[in-house]
T-cell receptor, first 114, second 110 residues
């Protein structure tokens, strides 16, 4: 079974530029999560999808962040414009329903804003 | 108040030592509990679930104390390969939301 696939692995951009991250979840996993992990911290949820519906986006900074999962499979997270403080690792995870047995992360995208 | 609190360490222990990590959580109605392991510059990976009755997987033992609202992870006979950051995870009452601790850094020294 292929794992959660994320791209790109690394991204360096100048502040005020846009950036997008892509995630393809494990086949059959209807729930998809985007997390942000700052250095020395645990991951923090940005948005959770159940199929194509964003059911929890309370922690997503909506002034500059957006996400979509149009067909309920892969998803894109976008930042526009990026700020220096957005430098972090952006992790995608997926699970079946309520993740009673934990869920699987992708390898993440390490974003550096300069 | 944070949903989950975890001592960041670092813990530096010699090979063969026993080491224990604890995590406390704030919501008594939290449903599920896990320990994740994260290697440097890698994604977190599920290490084990934590059950009320306690559970063991080889050298690793996880325990949950609902009355005191903490979970623990015990590693016996530490190996060099155990060096990593260990993240505790607590879910919301509905199980939909995962809350991660800041992680505890472990270095096993030869």
């Amino acid at each position: 079974e292929a794992g959660v696939v994320q791209s790109p692995r690394y991204k360096i951009i100048e502040k005020k530029q846009p950036v997008a991250f892509w995630c393809n979840p494990i086949s059959g996993h209807n729930t998809l999560y985007w997390y942000r992990q700052n250095l020395g911290q645990g991951p923090e949820l940005l948005i959770r999808y159940e199929n194509e519906e964003a059911v929890d986006d309370s922690q997503l900074p909506k002034d500059r962040f957006s996400a979509e999962r149009l067909k309920g499979v892969d998803s894109t997270l976008k930042i526009q414009p990026a700020e220096l403080g957005d430098s972090a690792v952006y992790l995608c995870a997926s699970s079946r329903d309520r993740a009673l047995y934990g869920y699987t992360f992708g390898s993440g995208t390490r974003l550096t804003v300069v | 108040r944070k949903e989950v609190e975890q001592d960041p360490g670092p813990f530096n222990v010699p090979e063969g030592a026993t080491v224990a990590f604890n995590c406390t959580y704030s919501n008594s109605a939290s449903q599920s509990f896990f320990w994740y392991r994260q290697d440097c510059r890698k994604e977190p990976k599920l290490l084990m679930s934590v059950y009320s009755s306690g559970n063991e997987d080889g050298r690793f033992t996880a325990q949950l104390n609902r009355a005191s609202q903490y979970i623990s992870l015990l590693i016996r006979d530490s190996k060099l390969s155990d060096s990593a950051t260990y993240l505790c995870v607590v879910t919301s009452p509905g199980g939909n939301q995962f809350y991660f601790g800041t992680g505890t850094s472990l270095t096993v020294i030869p």
